[in-house]
Each structure stands twice: as C-alpha cells, then as structure tokens.
C-alpha cells in the first residue's frame, strides 16, 4: 500500500462527488482567538482533537453507537456546520446524509475538508455489491488513517498559518503513537493460529483491518448497514463456520445483532457450537470518556479482542495496559 502525503490544498468537496477547488482559505478571527471545527464521526473528531490542540473547539456530530451510514442531520446539526469555520468529515461517501448541507457550507465559503481526500487512490477498496461505490471504514488500518492525521495538520496549516508548526508537532506526535498501535495489531493478529485466523462480523467494515493486519474476513452485510442479509448470505455464512471451524464470531456496537444470531443458530443446528468472541467497534468508538471512546482505544480493543477470542496471544488489557476486561 502506498498512502500519498503530498502538500496540497484540499479542495472543498460533497461526500461521493469529485473534490471542488477554491482559490482562497478564510483565515481565522485573528490572533490566538479559538475557532471552531465541526466534525462528523468519532474517528474523525477524535483526530482532529489530537491536532488541533487548544487552538480550535471541535464539535462531533455523530456519538457513541451512531451508524454513520445511516445518520440524517437535525436542523441543530444543520446550523453546527454552517455556524462552523472548519468541517472535516471522513468521506468516501460515507457521510451520505450530509450531502446536502455540505453543499450549502462549501456555497458559503465554509472550508469543509475530508479526511481521506490525499490517500492513494489505488489503495481504496471498491464493493462489489455498489458499483463504484468505495469502502469508507480506512480507520480500520491504523497505518492508513495515520496518514489522514497528517492531512488534517496540512489543512490547519492552511487554515491558520501562524500555527502550522503546532499543528505539524502534534500530528508528529500521534502518529508515533500510532505506529506502535499498528505494529501491536499486527504482532497480535499474527498469533492467532492460521486455521482459525479468520474475522467473522455483521457487515463488511474490516477489509481494511484484513489487508493490513492479514486476517480475513467474512460478513452477512455489505459495506453499509442500509442493505439487507438474506436467506442465502446466512446459510452461505454458516456454511463456512462448519465447514473451517470457526470458533467465534463478531457483534458490532452500531449494527443490529440480529443477523449474526442467525448465523450461530444455523451453525448450532449443524452441531457446531460458536460463540460471540466479544463486540467490536467498527463505524462508532467506545462512550465518550473511556479509553475505548479514543481511536487509539477503539483499535487496540478490536484486535486484543479479535487475537484473544481466535486463540491468539494477547494481553488481557491490550496495547497500553488500558483496556477494560476482555474475553
């Protein structure tokens, strides 16, 4: 995988449509005046926080356990980004019930960035299920989303020049944390013994974690939650798990459980036993103040959960000794 980290502007852009360009980046208020910085999924917040420091307040949209596939803004939602002097989202049409309102921001001259603008296009995973729709879940690859803190600290720079090497010191200082989170993820992955090393979950979220971390993966739903499992998805799922003996599979916190019911239902009928290896954060982080509500904590908390539950090596309270009690 090559991530490009080039030095351009992003351009003000709706989500699934081609980038826009502007010529010109309203500057801040003046000064050391805080300004403000809305922002959408958790992830996304949770990045733009790291760099943004005490220059900006940042606001999230979507909290814990909001499917972002299927959120529609509230006319308090709507007057956030348009009250806002930043936006960031994640993109990749994954925010699709912001569109327009975005559209109304960037008219306005609001600069509304997405995070995973500059990342390699070769590197995007398109669904089978959509045409020409891309996978947005590139949080899942710590190495990857690191590169998108890197773009937020080059869109600030922009934005507010008098502090662009604040911002490139904290990029530089979170991405070296996670660096260590990548390596982590993917020693603990590794252990997992390579007949049962397979990642069993509700919808297809994780095609990133597999590329970066090696694990496959196999799901009920596509890469959004709006389509619907079918009779032949479960038994073909079920399937699988007799056949290869998989001995866990995988709920998430912003998805419906019910699918992967069904499947260790089919399983059990069949005499094979699977359990619920644990619950996985895959479009939301963990409750606002936890360790798991951090990006950090979110992916240190999916792999220590996935390589203990598969029969990996992994401690019991993860990369940094701060996770709550896993399986």
Known sequence: MRVLCCWLWLSLACLGCAAESSETVPEPAGGDARYTIVTTTAMVTDIV?????DRATVTGLMGTGVDPHLFRPSTSDHSKL???????YSGLMLEGGLDPVLKKARERGKPAFAV?????????????????????????????????????AEALAKYDPPHA??????????????AALHQYAQKVIASIPEEQRTLVTAHDAFEY?????HIPVKSVLGITT???????DINSLVDFLVEHKIPAVFIE?????RNIEAVMEGAAKRDWQVKIGGTL???????????EGTYIGMLDHNATVVARALGGEAPERGFQGKLAATP
């Open 253 to 257: 916190t912003s998805v419906n459980s």
């Open 281 to 291: 954060f895959s479009d939301a982080m963990g409750a606002p103040g936890t360790y």
């Open 226 to 232: 709006e389509s619907e499992a079918g009779v032949e």
């Open 116 to 152: 995973t603008e500059e990342i390699d296009p070769a590197y995007i995973r398109y669904s089978a299920e959509f045409e020409g729709h891309p996978d947005p879940h590139v949080w899942n690859d710590v190495a990857a989303w690191s590169e998108c803190v890197a773009y937020v």
């Open 49 to 53: 926080q790291q760099v943004a420091g």
């Open 209 to 213: 974690f597999s590329r970066a971390y």
């Open 82 to 88: 348009l009250a806002a002097d930043v936006i960031f």
């Open 165 to 178: 090497d604040e911002y490139a010191a904290n990029a530089e200082r979170y991405r070296a944390e996670l």
